[in-house]
């Protein structure tokens, strides 16, 4: 099927994002959209939410995994959102599960979930991976819905890196210069991807996401690597034909079809 023959039966490509607050996940939904202002929420019916109603029950304390997050700029694309297991503990996690099991059962392909996005940001001092993510990686079985995980703020292991360079007898300039490469080889051998390589449902890759808070922020590793994790051929064309900020993935897709 060509994309406007998908488009027809999938408008849609629908992502769940988890992560814990300030992980930085709608900066990042931002850029995939090419975005600058805020998603426009929708209820599971289709109807859109008053921002003033969202508010008033966000500081209630309450969150419904089902609404559904679309940008003006791109609305092919549809985000689920949970805010992280810390805040609602075992119940919110209940209600992930629950979640990604419903989606993984349903009989149509345009109302499943494609893909998760897992963001774990690299600017706090728990840089490790904390007990609720532990628990979603051993006790969350995602069926063949494809689990990634995002290192976000990855910028923040650069002033690391920089000291660490230092310390060494390295002149300023070329510390600043060496930074992200030395960060990039430190964090290769680290405790974070050691452990997504010993849980019980591993990640079926990861992608470290350095600056996304600048408006001209590269995120078409996260692109690439999100379409290499789709094993349908269908959701993959959906994908690539959906995203509008790598070009170059739209031709390679092409070239290679």
Excluded at 33 to 50: L, R, T, V
Excluded at 66 to 83: A, K, L, T, W
Excluded at 114 to 124: G, K, R, T
Excluded at 133 to 140: A, G, H, T, V, Y
Aim: glycine residues 6%; proline residues 4%.
């Amino acid at each position: 099927m060509n994309p406007s023959q998908i488009r027809e039966k999938i408008p849609r490509f629908r992502i769940l994002t988890i992560g814990r607050a300030n992980a930085g996940k709608t900066t990042i939904l931002q850029r995939v959209c090419n975005a600058k202002e805020n998603p426009e929420i929708y209820d599971c019916a289709g109807k859109k939410i008053d921002p003033a109603v969202l508010k008033a029950s966000r500081e209630r304390g309450e969150h419904d995994i089902e609404n559904e997050m679309v940008f003006r700029s791109n609305p092919g694309f549809i985000f689920h959102d949970s805010r992280g297991f810390e805040v609602g503990g075992e119940s919110e996690f209940n209600k992930v599960k629950a979640f990604i099991a419903r989606r993984s059962k349903e009989t149509k392909l345009k109302d499943q979930l494609h893909a998760i996005w897992y963001c774990i940001p690299m600017d706090q001092e728990c840089r490790s991976f904390t007990a609720a993510e532990n628990k979603f990686f051993s006790q969350c079985d995602t069926g063949i819905i494809p689990v990634m995980v995002l290192f976000t703020k990855f910028d923040a292991l650069y002033d690391i890196a920089y000291a660490e360079l230092k310390s060494k007898g390295v002149s300023m300039k070329d510390a600043q210069a060496l930074a992200p490469m030395h960060a990039e080889e430190s964090f290769a051998n680290g405790p974070q991807l050691n452990f997504l390589k010993n849980v019980r449902w591993p990640s079926k890759c990861h992608v470290c996401l350095p600056n996304m808070d600048k408006v001209d922020a590269d995120c078409g590793s996260l692109i690439e690597r999100t379409a290499g994790t789709l094993d349908n051929e269908v959701l993959k064309q959906l994908f690539v034909s959906t995203q509008q900020i790598n070009l170059e993935l739209c031709m390679k897709y092409a070239v290679e079809k």
